[in-house]
């Protein structure tokens, strides 16, 4: 059980890291295409 939350920690840290770099470069690339 220790493992396993251990992983799903990691995981939503993982997830919410590249959410966060994701929409960054969607919100570049938004930006670009208005100018």
């Known amino acids: 059980m ?3 939350t ?3 920690k ?3 840290r993982y997830f ?3 959410a966060v770099i994701v ?3 969607g919100l ?3 930006i670009c295409s208005l100018h």
């Open 28 to 30: 570049s690339e938004v």
């Open 2 to 4: 220790f493992y396993s």
């Open 16 to 18: 919410a890291k590249t």
């Open 23 to 25: 929409s960054h470069i």
């Open 10 to 12: 990691i995981m939503s």
């Open 6 to 8: 251990v992983y799903v």
